[in-house]
């Protein structure tokens, strides 16, 4: 036998053993703490897709973090693969550009320096180092393939990694750009390049799909440079880019 059942009496009312009260708020608690865990990293996700909601917009501009590419406009996508984003090459699939990572490394002169720095004070970044030549962005910020050095005609494109904003580490590449949503207006950039200082203030912020290559071209009619994350936080289904001019003194 199992079990037994044992009747309650006026001298005896709770027969058998009684689960004491902290016992029985153990499981309410574990369920309120997975409840919190589950709402703290769906919400900066949640938050950021509704923060320009419209009410009758049809439009979700959402991409599939893995590729996808139409061979012609009246066929399906055909999906590719899974990317992997600690490449700078896979973060903007079908770019030409993207060769030139896997090219040879061309000698340098001296010129040329292998890295040089970014910081935005008001994401507390400061000497953020950017790859000229390596596309690693566990490792470094990367500058994308034959474009602009930093005080020339043209745009810098720099990609960095993001994360969840509460994993946010200045020190840790895989998380250096998780605030830079959050970048307003008229905040400055400060690039260190060769023994030079370049400021360069943000004049506007926006987001694109992977497949949207126009926001690598180069405007050689100003000075220029462009910041680029993957968004919404946590995710790589859009692209934000932050566009700042050079500052003149």
Same mark, same amino acid.
């Given at each position: ?47 950021? @897709? #509704?923060? %320009?909601? *419209?009410?009758?917009? =049809?439009?979700?501009?959402? $991409? ?5 590419? +139409? ?94 904003? @509460? #994993?946010? %580490?200045? *020190?840790?590449?895989? =998380?250096?750009?998780?605030? $830079? ?5 008229? +905040? ?62």
């Amino acid at each position: 036998m199992l079990y037994g059942y044992k009747k309650a009496t006026a001298k005896d009312p709770h027969p058998g053993k009684r689960i004491p009260v902290y016992l029985k708020t153990i499981p309410t608690l574990i369920s309120a703490l997975g409840l919190g865990i589950l709402g703290a990293v769906a919400y900066p996700v949640v938050s950021y @897709q #509704f923060k %320009d909601f *419209k009410l009758f917009n =049809t439009d979700s501009g959402l $991409l599939s973090p893995s590729y996808y590419e +139409s061979k012609a406009s009246d066929q399906e996508p055909i999906i590719l693969s899974g990317l992997d984003y600690t490449k700078a090459s896979s973060w903007f699939p079908g770019s030409t550009q993207n060769d030139l990572f896997s090219a040879p490394k061309p000698k340098n002169d001296g010129s040329i320096p292998e890295f040089y720095t970014i910081s935005i004070p008001s994401l507390g970044l400061t000497d953020v180092n950017v790859a000229l030549f390596d596309e690693d962005l566990t490792k470094h910020l990367v500058q994308y393939p034959q474009t602009a050095l930093p005080g020339q005609l043209g745009s810098p494109v720099i990609f960095g990694h993001s994360t969840l904003p @509460q #994993f946010f %580490d200045p *020190k840790k590449y895989t =998380t250096v750009f998780s605030t $830079l949503p959050k970048i307003k207006a008229g +905040s400055d950039i400060f690039v260190n390049y060769n023994g030079q200082e370049y400021t360069y203030r943000v004049t506007n912020t926006i987001e694109v799909k992977p497949s949207e290559l126009w926001v690598l071209k180069q405007d050689y009619n100003a000075k220029t440079i462009k910041v680029i994350t993957c968004v919404p936080p946590g995710t790589t289904l859009r692209r934000l880019v932050v566009e700042a001019s050079l500052i003149e003194y």
